[in-house]
């Protein structure tokens, strides 16, 4: 079991400045295969300069925002 989230590992201070596609994207990719857990995501997409992320459930995918308006868009695996 993931142990409770501290405060702390998630301040905007541990929020990579520049925003790095292919750092969301691996870690994208490694949580979808089960590789690593939702708080090591959490660490991978903020050392990739993710500061938020929503998900679309009806639209079948997650926007991740960077700090200078940069958006990843990644559809649910299997969607159009």
Do not use: W
């Not at 790095?20 to 708080?39: D, F, N």
């Amino acid at each position: 079991a993931e142990r409770q989230l501290a405060s702390a590992e998630f301040g905007a201070d541990r929020i990579a400045r520049d925003f790095s596609e292919s750092g969301m994207a691996a870690a994208i990719a490694a949580v979808q295969h089960g590789a690593i857990t939702y708080l090591e995501f959490l660490r991978r997409i903020m050392a990739a300069g993710c500061v938020g992320y929503t998900v679309c459930i009806t639209g079948k995918r997650a926007l991740y925002f960077g700090r200078g308006g940069e958006v990843h868009i990644e559809k649910f695996p299997g969607s159009n």
